[in-house]
T-cell receptor, first 112, second 114 residues
């Protein structure tokens, strides 16, 4: 079974802190994705990557950056956390074009 | 632009059938997906349908695709309380610069009453 893990299930940070969310997949997938999920807004794509060291902006990249130094790991970085970044963050991976995305369990981030 | 729409809530009684509907805009989508999200968890793929099919059945789940109307539905037969969750419809993007990207609907929260 494909496994996508995220470093934390729950995280509480203060405004202005730098926050790292880590995602690891164990199936040698090419593509990895970061979404945030908010009530009434569904899933919104922040960034994605289709290869090591490659990254593309999604629909809402402002305030975020990403890093993909190794194929299995995709990190989401909040350079200076703000309260409006309080959300559920979901990581996903997929093998290639048109393939299903496999999701991690999510990280619920609260910024105080 | 691309958009996937679905109703936000559905309530059914245990044992009844549930039908969750979805409309999408990209007529060139190759795959359409249904995901389930239980409380506090990530999304789990339930089923998918290739765009040249009009129906797919998998145990209690039936997916119907009307490509002409760009309408997708998920029917859950004999709905159980364990089916209570948020169900997301998603379409694959055909844009060559976004391979592997999916467009998700906002999700339909299914509540099953005993």
């Amino acid at each position: 079974d494909v496994k996508v893990t995220q470093s934390s299930r729950y995280l509480v940070k203060r405004t202005g802190e730098k926050v790292f969310l880590e995602c690891v997949q164990d199936m040698d997938h090419e593509n990895m994705f970061w979404y945030r999920q908010d009530p009434g807004l569904g899933l919104r794509l922040i960034y994605f990557s289709y290869d090591v060291k490659m990254k593309e902006k999604g629909d809402i990249p402002e305030g975020y950056s990403v890093s993909r130094e190794k194929k299995e790991r995709f990190s989401l970085i909040l350079e200076s956390a703000s309260t409006n970044q309080t959300s559920m963050y979901l990581c996903a991976s997929s093998l290639g074009t048109y393939n299903e995305q496999f999701f991690g369990p999510g990280t619920r981030l609260t910024v105080l | 632009g691309e958009d996937v729409e679905q109703s936000l809530f559905l309530s059914v009684r245990e044992g009844d059938s549930s039908v969750i509907n979805c409309t999408y805009t990209d007529s060139s989508s190759t795959y359409l997906y249904w995901y389930k999200q239980e409380p506090g968890a990530g999304l789990q793929l339930l089923t998918y349908i290739f765009s040249n099919m009009d129906m797919k059945q998998d145990q209690r789940l039936t997916v119907l695709l009307n490509k002409k109307d760009k309408h997708l539905s998920l029917r859950i037969a004999d709905t159980q309380t364990g089916d209570s969750a948020i169900y997301f419809c998603a379409e694959s993007m055909e844009d060559g610069g976004s391979q592997g990207n999916l467009i998700f609907g906002k999700g339909t929260k299914l509540s099953v009453k005993p």
